[in-house]
Every structure is written in C-alpha cells, then in structure tokens.
C-alpha cells in the first residue's frame, strides 16, 4: 500500500519561507512526475509546480522565479522550495504523484492529504 504524506505547511510572514515535502511510503521503485497543486478559499485549484517523467521542471507565472523543485524521485520524497512568499500564496497545497510500483508494471496516481500555508503579517 502506498500512501504520499505532505508536510511543511504553516504560518509565515511575507517574504518568508517554507520548504513543503511530498514523500512516498511504501514499496515503490521511483517517483515517475510529481505536481503541486493549491487551493485557495474562494478559487479554483491550480498547479503551483512540477516535474516531469524526464524531470523537466515548470512552474506557474505567478511563482517563478520564487519556487524550487529538488528532492530525489528514487528515494521517494520531493521537495517545493518557497521563498519570498506573498499573502496570495496563502492555499492549501497538495501534492500529486506518479508513481512507478516497485514490481509492478504500471504506474499509479497519488494524491497527498493537503497542507495549509497561510502568509499573513
């Protein structure tokens, strides 16, 4: 059984920042992509970040420059760098994986359990 468990939300100041993790655990050989999506009161979800099966990263307009990808898909746990964050960053985060099983033949899709940041002075 494979679960993804997110951490690293919380309350900070703008222009802080916050490091979130997105990590697998159980048998799984790699992550294959893993996305980062948020939701903020009042508005649509929407991809923050990502990185692809050949680990190309993109980013939304509205945080590049701010966000970092690194983490290793291998050991199963990624990371989304934030800095510089603002009072609109302010959403619940979720991660979203793709998921190589180890002995399997197939990947399978994961979503983490969310994690609150709230930018606020």
């Known amino acids: 059984q494979v679960r993804l468990v997110e951490s690293g939300g919380g309350l900070v100041q703008p222009g802080g920042s916050l490091r979130l993790s997105c990590a697998a655990s159980g048998n799984i050989f790699r992550f294959n992509a893993v996305h980062w999506y948020r939701q903020a009161p009042g508005k649509q979800r929407e991809l923050v970040a990502g990185?692809?099966?050949?680990?190309?990263?993109t980013f939304a307009d509205s945080v590049k420059g701010r966000f970092t990808i690194s983490g290793n898909k291998y050991e199963g746990t990624m990371y989304l760098q934030m800095t510089g964050l603002k009072p609109e960053d302010t959403a619940v985060y979720y991660c979203n994986a793709d998921v190589w099983i180890a002995n399997g033949a197939n990947s399978e899709d994961y979503w983490g359990q969310g994690t609150q940041v709230t930018v606020s002075s």
């Open positions: 990185i692809s099966s050949d680990d190309t990263t």
